[in-house]
Every structure is written in structure tokens, then in C-alpha cells.
């Protein structure tokens, strides 16, 4: 095959990537170093959330959670999509006056899609709750969802419509001649194709170096927990304001306890450690605020390696520093949402060289004056 | 030297009699929970708290405290030379962990690690036996959770095992505590406050 598009990296992004330029009749290959949804698309919290987010992300996040409420008609599967509501909780005055004011910021901009509630809404939301909390905002079509199932589901679809998956190849060296990228991968295979779209997450940055594009990424190792089977006692995703925390029951009845608390990861060999201290502190955090957790065990703790950038918003868009590239990587903990939208708002740019979504705010050059950036987020648990 | 064992089976117990100075943890009393170099933490009646170490013996089927530790498997089994010694200095592995026969071959394996964890020339030989692994198919970290709260045993060590497997050698290991633990036990582990912990850097190239 003579691919139209390659795209370098296998998770959600990828794979939703590939769907969406499979479906528009073009041939695509997806490069994977490791296996599809080796990190963060598989470990992620699986937030689907449009809640707190930054301004910039808003109309994205909007237009993408629409397209989670029918996500069987893209990918044929549920991807265990729930609609449970997010909500973030005020756990003083103070920070029911943040949210009062953040909600009046997103209506200024024509938004409406979060909700102040008071103390005795809050409870009959979370009748859980700690006593201490005094209010919180809530955003109700959002939800959640299993986050590899999903990347899997991506991927069936993509391959439905024709793109091709290639594991185990990690892209190595590439070059512009004559108009075509030029890859050569770690299995020894080589490829070439007029665009590339580079989707490698937190290993996006070393790709974009390859093509002398420094771009500021970091990366985290965001560490997550599943606690033993509860009677069910919440049904919404419940963040905090103040502090990091994302915390939501499964069906089962074991709760995932995330956030952002950080272990330690390498991007070098794909291996992740625990930091038991900050895991500790994620579950003292988590008991503050829902006591009926003295109960559980923890059964289950892991990290996933996510790519990190300064103004904790994505780099979307095509490169200004090499014809026939397209970055979409680096979401900061909490690109799983925007993965639906995601996938036609890089086939736009791959094969248009445009898109009608407002991504301006995400170029890959912005970060080269130093601009500060505004619309800033609430505190963000990560997923 | 600050030594070790973990389990109190024969493997532990031939140990223990050769290095009267190392900490034995034994189940149910205390319970092995999760590992870092150099650390494993322990939760008995009081709670959790870690523990110092500068040797290690594990002498108790728990194959994911190793993985925690960064050891390497091959067949199932920690990948061990002739005294024992896991592919990590200073941490060892007898007895169970790596399919000793009987009590007695444990036995004998605890004797030769726990030697050579004390620095004195090898009296004997160490062999792992491979651990038929079922197949499997990788699983999401809620059904890695739904695993992990099943009886601890030799199913749920192979079952943990065949799903490290599947994350193939660039993912070596199956992050996760070796055994359940108590939430508020470890709540209560928390500092007052934690300092920021930024983004990890990379100025990583391609290949």
C-alpha cells in the first residue's frame, strides 16, 4: 500500500485520526512503536467531561460530547459510554465564589452548559458528600467511559474502513524528499507518504524535534486507583476545586480515585513507578470528602504516561516549520474527550490543509514569544 | 545490612535461621502490600508503614512485588542466577516464587539465598522452574482490579503474570501493589502537604 496519510502513533488520537481519513476514502497507515493504547489511551481515567475546561477547548469539547451521546453510530460500539454528570465540588465559600464566577465567564462566552448548585442541591447530587462541602457546579450530559475499549473500538472502525496498523514500529528516522515524508521504523520497514500526522502523545515533541520543531512537552505519570466493590453510593464524576481529585464508582461498585498525583515514568523504555507518598495523599483526599471510603480496600493502582505542556492546553495543528505535518498531541491529562472530535479535525487539516474548528489557540509555534495564555481552566483533574 | 524476608514457609524459615538479624514478615500477621527499591511497606494491625531495606528475600508467591521492584521474568519466574539473586542486586528469590518441588528443595533454596544474601560463598545451586501461563487477553485496569481482588494464589499469580506478558518487552512490568491494602490505612501514610511535583522534561530524539 501506498499510504496518503501516515500517522504516527496508535492511541485514541491515532486511531481516531485514522477512522476519519479511512472514512473520507483515503488510504492511512497508523506506525505504533508498542502496542495500540500502550499509555495514557488506555490508562487514563476516561473522563468524558466538557466540565471546567479551558476556553479554548470549550467549543471542541462541546462538539465532541455530542458526538459521545452517538458513539455507537461512529465506532458500532458503546464504548461503555454512561451520561452521569461531572461535578466539581466547593469545599468553602471561597471556592463556591470561583465557581459562581467561572460559570459566569462560560455564559458571557454563550455557554450554558455548566450549573451552579447550592449546599442542598450538592447533597441531593452526592448524598455521600462530606458535610463540609458547601456547593459545587455541574455540567450533567457529561460522563464517562472505558478508555481502551474505546481505543480498541476506534481502531475496529478504522480498520473497517480500510487504514492499516502497524505495531511495533517505532518511526526512527524520517526525511522530506520530492514532496514525501520518508520513514524508516524499528522493525526495519520503511514507508513513505506525502503527509504525516503525528499523534505520539507524550513522545510527540521527539518526532517534532526530528523536523527541527522544538515544542515544550513534557510528560507525567499519572497515577490512578480502583478501591474494592461498594454498595453504589455516586453516580456523577465528582472533582474538587481546590484540590486534585477525580473520583467516580463504577458499575461494579469499585471507585477509580484520580487526579493528577504524579509517579514516575520513562519515556524511554515505557516503564512507570508509583509514588506510595502522593498515592496517599490522593486517598486522604478522597476520604476527606467521601468518608464512607473507610471501608474499602485499594485493590488496584497504576500510572499511565501522558504528554504535558506549559499552558496545559494540546498542540493541534500543522506544523509552520515543515510542509505536510499535522501535530495533535500533548492533552495534558485530559484528551480522551476530545478524541471523537478530534479524528475530523485532523483529517481536515491533513487532507485540506484547513479545518472550520477554532484551533488557533493551539499552534505549535505559540510558545515561541512567551505568550501568555488566557481563558485559563479550572483545576483540572486529570481524564 | 538491613535484611528482609518476605513469607515464612520453608523457603523463609531456612532463611530466617541463617540471618537472625533480618525483619521476617509474615502473613496473616503482616502482609507484604507494594515495594520500591530499597522500601517495602507492610501492612499488619497498626496500619501501613514502610520498610527499610538494603537486601531483600522474597520466599512468598508474590510475583508482582519483584515486577515492582523492576526484576525481569522469563516463564513466569523472576530471572534468577545460581544463588538466587533476582536480575536486581541484593534482591533474592527461594521457595515458592520460583516453583521449588517440595518443602524440602524450598528449603534448601532459602538456605543458599539467604548465603548469599549474606555475602558468604554459594553452597549449592538456584534453578527456577517455569509457571505454565494461562492465555489471556489484555485487560483494562478495571478488570486488572477485578483480577487483583480474587484469592491471592497460585491462579491469580499466573493470571497477574500472563497480563505483564502481554505488555511485551518494551513494557516489562504490570505496575501495580502486590496485594489489596487497607484505604484508610494508607490515607493515614499521607504527609500534611506534599511539595508540587512539576512535568518530567525530555530533550528525547527519535529511535
Known sequence: MSPDVIVIGGGLHGMSAALHIARRGRRVL????????AHASSYSAGGVRTLGRHLAEVPLAVESLALWHRIADL????????ETGHIKVAETPGELAELEARAATLRAAGWDHEEVVDQAELRRILPAIAPHAVGGLIARRNGFARPYRTTMAFRRAAEAAGAVIREGAGVVGLERRGGQWELRCTDGSAHAA???VNTAGAWGARLARSVGEEIPLGFSALMMIYTSALPPFVTPVVGLTGRPLSFKQAASGHVMIGGGHKGIGDLDTGEVALDVERLAFSARTALDVFPILKEARLVHAWAGIEGMLPDEIPVIGLSRAVPG????????????????????IVAQLALDGATNMPIAPFAPDRFGAGVASDGAALLQPAG | MRAVIIGAGPA?????????????????AETAWHAEPGRIWIEGAAGVAAVEFSRLLLAADEPLLLMALGCRFEAGRPVVDEAGQT???????????????????????????????AGLPPDGRIAASPRPLPAAERLDPLAVAQLLEEEPGPDRSARALAQAELRGARLTSLVAPARP????ALAAMAPASLAPCGTQADEGVLG
Open chain 2, 181 to 184: 491494602v487497607g484505604f484508610a
Open chain 1, 325 to 344: 505535518l499535522v501535530h495533535a498531541f500533548g492533552f495534558c491529562g485530559h484528551g480522551f474527550e476530545l478524541g471523537p472530535v478530534m479524528g475530523g
Open chain 1, 75 to 82: 465506532v458500532g460500539d458503546d464504548c461503555d459510554f454512561h
Open chain 2, 12 to 28: 523463609g524459615r531456612a532463611a530466617a535461621a541463617l540471618l537472625p538479624e533480618a525483619r521476617v514478615v509474615t502473613r496473616p
Open chain 2, 87 to 117: 536480575t536486581r542486586p541484593g534482591i533474592f528469590a527461594a521457595g515458592a516464587i520460583l516453583g521449588a518441588a517440595d518443602a524440602e528443595e524450598a528449603a534448601r533454596q532459602g538456605a543458599i539465598a539467604a548465603r548469599a544474601l
Open chain 1, 194 to 196: 506525502p503527509v504525516l
Open chain 1, 30 to 37: 497508523v506506525l505504533e512503536k508498542d502496542r495500540v493504547a
